[in-house]
């Protein structure tokens, strides 16, 4: 059992769990380390004295051979549990039983199958949607709509029954259907034994009145489509499994053929981008907040020497923030502690771009993750090499969690502070 925190590294030192280990006899193992090191979910290095994991953004838990690799946030307990239900715009209900967030053997799906689970649980107890379906059967004791073209067919026969078509109540829809997969999923992935225990006991619950399905992308996607003013209270569950499915990931086999990968891995950066998109929306005044908007116009072919007639290349930052027709600011979120961790330089070359492609003040900012409470703003100046002077800026701003959770529990009462947060943030 090897545990990390996001964006650490654990090497084959001496006497660690990772020296001389190997994947040399496991292909599946070593299929599964390239999958993950190409996809950036983390990176497995086989070296002559071991293993070395560099975990990155992403957390979770993942099997390597006989190694169990849990990878942890930054932030745990209660204060990850209240800015995911915020991000995501889930409800506040309570967990199922005690959960300890602090244990090395705890793993970051079982965060999501608990309040899955609390989901599932409160629409069980509130009674399963039910809608009308179509069914045709032949009755003794009509209902519904007589089917006159199937009973000409079978009038010269001698029968006692009436074919029918009627519209009877049931709680095996869609929807529900869906839920029972989710959890069934959930079950099989969850690392706590009692909480694995719990979702079969809900499935089974559940089970009673509603039929099985496999659970893919296709069908939660149906679902999606399914969900009207009647059923909106789904949409928690629904957004849990749906993040549960693509946490698990798919790579492929040696015949080419797509497989689930055994262990979950969330990119905490859609967490952190989902989050800041939220409060900054709810908290900025006068200023629309656009999500992955287009800079068109910094990239274009040379007319004539475009020879495969393709598109020109655009940038899409995480956040462009405007007044009307005027862009008050670029901001880009990542899901690394740039306090605590150095800029990768494609971060750097990615910020400069939005911030020289801009007209008038030409500036672009990074949103970070931090809990340190010394942490501060930090600009890199761009510069024109010769002459050195300023050519545009780009601004690391850290987001307190820890902070940004006590203004959220705050309520009513803490809104200017929030509203004065999220100016700050977008540097308007």
């Known amino acids: 059992m090897i545990s990390l925190r996001e964006w650490q590294t654990a090497r084959p030192d001496e006497g660690s769990l990772l020296a001389e280990q190997s994947l040399a006899g496991l292909p599946s193992g070593r299929r599964l380390a390239e999958e993950l090191s190409k996809t950036g979910r983390m ?68 965060l999501l199958v608990h309040q899955l689970a609390a989901e599932a649980g409160e629409l069980l107890d509130r009674g399963l949607h039910r809608d009308y379906e179509r069914v045709e059967d032949d009755l003794a004791s009509p209902r519904g709509r007589v089917d006159f073209t199937r009973y000409l067919q079978t009038i010269q ?38 909480l694995k225990g719990h979702m079969r006991r809900l499935s089974k619950r559940l089970g009673e009145a509603v039929s099985e399905q496999w659970l893919d992308a296709s069908l939660i996607a149906e679902a999606w489509r399914s969900v009207d003013r009647r059923t909106v209270v789904y949409e928690p569950a629904l957004t849990l499994i749906e993040l549960l499915l693509d946490g698990q990931g798919v790579a ?35 200023v629309e907040v656009h999500d992955e908007r287009r800079l ?11 020879p495969l007639g393709r598109r020109d290349p655009t940038l899409r930052p995480d956040f462009v923030l405007m007044r009307g027709a005027e862009t008050v600011s670029v901001l880009d979120a990542k899901y690394r502690d740039l306090w605590e961790q150095p800029l990768p330089r494609e971060m750097l070359y990615q910020l400069a771009l939005y911030a020289l492609g801009r007209t008038g003040e030409r500036a672009s900012s990074i949103l970070y993750p931090t809990v340190e ?56």
């Open 43 to 110: 990176e497995v290095l086989e070296l002559a004295r071991g293993l070395e994991l560099r975990a990155t953004s992403f957390v979770g838990r993942i099997s390597l051979g006989d190694i169990s690799v849990t990878v942890h946030p930054k932030i745990t307990g209660g204060p990850l549990l209240s800015l995911f239900r915020y991000a995501y715009g889930l409800r506040n209900l309570d967990l199922y039983g005690p959960v300890d967030f602090g244990s090395s053997s705890w793993s970051f799906q079982d």
């Open 296 to 306: 068109t116009g910094i990239f274009r072919y040379r007319p004539g020497e475009n």
């Open 157 to 194: 026969r001698v029968r006692v029954r009436l074919p029918c078509a009627h519209h009877p109540r049931t709680e095996d829809t869609l929807l529900n259907r869906v839920l029972l997969a989710g959890i069934h999923f959930a079950a099989d992935l969850a690392a706590d034994g009692e």
């Open 373 to 428: 409470a010394a942490a501060r703003e930090q600009t890199i100046v761009i510069q024109e090499p010769v002459r050195g002077t300023e050519r545009a800026r780009v601004t690391l701003r850290p987001v307190n969690l820890l902070r940004l959770d006590q203004l959220l529990r705050a309520g009513p009462a803490a809104q200017p502070q929030r509203a004065e947060l999220a100016g700050n943030l977008a540097g308007c």
């Open 252 to 286: 492929l086999d040696e015949q080419g053929s797509r497989m689930r990968l055994k262990g979950f891995l969330f990119d905490m950066n859609r967490f952190f981008q989902a989050l800041l998109s939220r409060f900054l929306r709810e908290n900025l005044r006068g």
